[in-house]
């Protein structure tokens, strides 16, 4: 980078000062339910295993506990699909925020992007549709589904308190240069308004800022550049989980 610097003027933010919308931050805190309460308990005692060298590198170590501790931060079903959906979990608190602000800006068809680099959509390309309705009693219902993902769980929350399905999309639909323009004019438009994607898929180079609203962070990633990448893609408002 010395080197780098010799032969380039490197500029910053800070140091360019170039103006960029207002952002109101917004910290919406849970509270963990008593199965992530006892699997921490369990993630510190393996941790003071590996401190005490009372387990080999390959059976268990910190990285390993780090990315379990992210994920069950997130939700305990990534952990294990069969344990109870936590009522005020990240993604149920998450989904009523969404909706919540869906519903209040009916009329400007205002947008929102998720950002969540974890438990990705597993549906994409199967068979099985996960947002497939039925007629139960006179009321269209979504079918069960076993949890796979936080994305098509979410989706699937949001499409139950009333957000369209059309109107929600994931960037990991979009696979091709062509496909994901075609997906940003929506968003643009106003078409989809409610976008969730990864820092990596969704960061730079994504250009649907007219009519966003509110961005959401579902989980935190490693590097503080995703963070300003995902920051990056603001316009008015941010909500942080």
């Known amino acids: 980078m010395s080197m780098f610097k010799e032969i380039a003027d490197i500029q910053t933010a800070e140091t360019l000062k170039l103006p960029v919308p207002k952002a109101n931050y ?44 992210r994920k069950l931060a997130l939700d305990q079903r990534i952990i294990n699909p069969m344990l109870q959906d936590f009522e005020k979990s990240k993604v149920n608190v998450c989904a009523n925020n969404i909706y919540e602000i869906w519903e209040q800006n009916k009329d400007k068809k205002s947008t929102q992007l998720v950002f969540c680099d974890l438990s990705t959509p597993k549906s994409l390309g199967s068979m099985e549709n996960p947002f497939e309705m039925e007629e139960i009693n006179g009321v269209w219902k979504l079918k069960d589904w076993q949890f796979t993902d936080v994305y098509t769980d979410l989706k699937r929350k949001l499409i139950e308190k009333g957000i369209p399905e059309d109107e929600i999309a994931f960037i990991h639909e979009a696979d091709t240069e062509t496909k994901k323009k075609e997906l940003f004019a929506k968003v643009r438009k106003g078409d989809i308004r409610v976008l969730m ?12 800022q007219n009519k966003i609203k509110a961005i959401h962070h579902l989980d935190v990633p490693y590097r503080p550049s995703d963070l300003q990448q995902q920051d990056g893609r603001r316009n008015k408002a941010r909500k942080r989980k």
């Open 26 to 69: 917004k910290t919406v805190v849970v509270e963990p339910s008593e199965i992530q309460k006892e699997m921490v308990k369990g993630l510190g005692e393996r941790a003071e295993r590996i401190r005490k060298r009372l387990v080999k590198p390959n059976e268990d170590n910190m990285l390993k506990i780090t990315n379990e501790g």
């Open 197 to 208: 994607g990864s820092t990596s898929k969704m960061g730079a180079g994504t250009n649907v």
